[in-house]
């Protein structure tokens, strides 16, 4: 049995439809990830799964469990880590952990040697009398990764688990994850609008664009939908011998700085045979250089957009409110 099944899942708000009859099975175990740009509808799809939304229309099936019909078992059996911090500032780390614990009916030395054991696993436990507020945004969302595993989870969702963070706590909260993962064996579905991550973390990746999932798959079979890697060759050689010419290349082109473009399937597996026809055709290669396509340039051949030109500004909008909420 899948972790996650969604069928046809449609959510409006008032007249706008935010998630447009999305479909998808996230496998247990695995770290699937959703990658979009801002009001993509990502988060809406992870409050519909998470209960706190209702679906407008289709069916969500979350740890074996109906979300509209049987909401509360969903919600024991899932974690979740919001977008925005929702720790109590006031707080210390400990307390944080002893009141949500507390929550789920955990008590006495089961509590407290949870709270030890996640506290030592997201390198807080030194802080634990620390009031939160004085905590950076790295060790806030390290503690609500902590808490939200307090109960166990099967599955743990994670709305844009490192946006607003420096590249070196980035780097950490995906060590954690992979961990969980790892360790745990916990499914993990995380919703991220930079590609880097999507591609450091995810088995597999549905990319969402107003409301829909317009491809899904590993990033190496989603970057397949680009069609090719591209090598730029610097050559010793006549002019009209440059455009090299055999079954594994599928374009030529001689560009103004006077390189020469190759379009081919895999550049790592045409690379020693480009070698072996240069030197067959008395042709000099002085430098290789090559391009592997993205997730962006997947999200540019399918969209004709870059993810990275939208929601900028947006982005900037939510880590200002989210500074002055601190
Ligand atoms: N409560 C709401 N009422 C009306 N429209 C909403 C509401 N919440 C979200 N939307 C709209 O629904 C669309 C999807 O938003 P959603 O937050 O799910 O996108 P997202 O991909 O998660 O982006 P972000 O990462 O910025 O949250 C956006 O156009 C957004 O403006």
Known sequence: MSAIEVEDLVKKYGDFEAVKGISFRVKRGEIFAFLGPNGAGKTTTVHVLTTLLRPT????????????????????????????????????????????????????????????????????????????????????????IARSLLHEPEILFLDEPTIGLDPQTRAHIWDYIRAMKEEQDMTIFLTTHYMDEAEQLADRIAIMDHGKIIAEGTAEELKK??????????????????????????????????????????????????????????????????????????FLHLTGREIRDEGGEQNVAKMIMRARRR
């Open 57 to 144: 229309a289709g069916r969500a099936i979350v740890a074996g469990h109906d979300v509209v019909k049987e909401p509360i078992a969903v919600r024991r059996k899932i974690g979740i880590v919001f977008q925005d911090p929702s720790v109590d500032r006031e707080l210390t780390a400990y307390e944080n952990m002893l009141i949500h614990g507390r929550i789920y009916g955990l008590s006495g030395n089961e509590l407290k040697e949870k709270i030890e054991r996640l506290l030592k696993f997201v390198e807080l436990w030194e802080f634990r009398d620390r009031p939160v507020k004085f905590f950076s945004g790295g060790m806030q969302r390290r503690l609500e």
């Open 225 to 298: 939908l680009v069609g090719s890697d591209i090598i730029y060759l610097k050559l010793q050689a006549r002019e009209e011998l440059k455009c090299l010419k055999a079954d594994f290349i599928r374009g030529c082109r001689l560009l103004p700085d006077g390189r020469v473009r190759l379009d081919v399937e895999n550049a790592a597996e045409s690379l020693p045979r480009l070698f072996e026809l240069a030197e067959r055709n008395g042709v000099k290669i002085l430098e290789v250089t090559y391009h592997r396509p993205t997730l962006n340039d997947v």
